[in-house]
């Protein structure tokens, strides 16, 4: 399994990191691609990814984090995806909930983030939230200029932005609130989702899954989350596993070339 969003250096993991890591490859875990949210993560995440060969790192800004780098743009993003480990461009996008930053100035990220998804191939990781119009909006605009590859992560949004988000193209990843007693819209949604466009993440440390709820959450418990996925959609749970490391290496490529260069490695 991968888990293809979690936080290994945020508080609550980085403290025991080492151990975190032992518990996700005991509970058949086999990467991990470890996130940023703002500039000053990027050194560190990187460093983790440099530290094991089934760990990856990416490279972005949050949008709660918009207003306190006023400056990024693509340029920058792209530099700093020259290095080998670093996959994925983000966590970027809307998040309407919280506003924790100016919104024009998380659309201004968002758009800085696409043109260095577009120009360096890499996929784009999107965080929506309460945004969905903004979001989708701009996700059209910004196909028309020129296709990139992307995910919206952490998938809660409606079935309709489900769909316009797979008509454009994206993957979809579903996390532990899946698992969630309320999340019954969530469930009908992620039933239907197509496999081959299908990811599945932690978020950790946070959204602990069934059974884990209130505890800090951790790459192992994506093992949850899946068999929870593969009981709501009907599916052999061996499938889902296989389908679901199967896509993230077909949307982040540069993780597959770089796990195949391992000796005796075998990925996909």
């Not at 460093?47 to 094991?52: G, L, M, P, Y």
């Not at 400056?71 to 909930?97: C, M, N, S, W």
């Not at 884990?212 to 593969?230: I, S």
């Amino acid at each position: 399994m991968i888990d293809s969003h979690c936080h290994l250096n945020y508080k609550g993991l980085v403290e025991e990191q080492d151990r975190v890591i032992d518990r996700a490859h005991a509970a058949g875990i086999t990467g991990m691609l470890n996130i940023s949210t703002r500039e000053s993560e990027w050194a560190d995440i990187i460093a983790t990814a440099e530290r094991h060969p089934d760990i990856w790192a990416s490279v972005g800004i949050h949008p709660h984090e918009a207003d306190e780098h006023p400056d990024i743009d693509a340029q920058r993003l792209i530099a700093a995806t020259v290095h080998p480990k670093v996959v994925g461009i983000g966590e970027t996008g809307l998040d309407y909930f919280y506003d924790h930053s100016d919104r024009d100035r998380q659309k201004k990220s968002f758009r800085s983030h696409i043109s260095a998804a577009r120009e360096t191939g890499l996929p784009l990781i999107i965080h929506t939230r309460d945004a969905e119009e903004d979001t989708l909006s701009i996700l059209r605009e910004e196909m028309g200029k020129g296709a990139f590859p992307a995910l919206i992560h952490c998938f809660t949004a409606s079935g309709a932005f489900a769909d316009a988000a797979l008509d454009l193209g994206l993957y979809i990843s579903i996390s532990g609130i899946v698992t969630f007693r309320n999340a019954t819209e969530l469930q009908e949604t992620a039933a239907r989702l197509p496999l081959e466009r299908l990811l599945i993440e932690t978020d950790s440390p946070f959204l602990a899954p069934v059974p884990h709820r209130g505890k800090t959450c951790e790459p192992a418990y994506v093992a949850d989350t899946a068999r929870f996925l593969a009981k709501l959609r009907d599916e052999p749970i061996e499938m889902l596993i296989a389908a679901t490391q199967d896509n993230f290496f077909t949307l982040f490529g540069k993780a597959k070339k770089v796990a195949a260069g391992r000796s005796g490695s075998h990925v996909g």
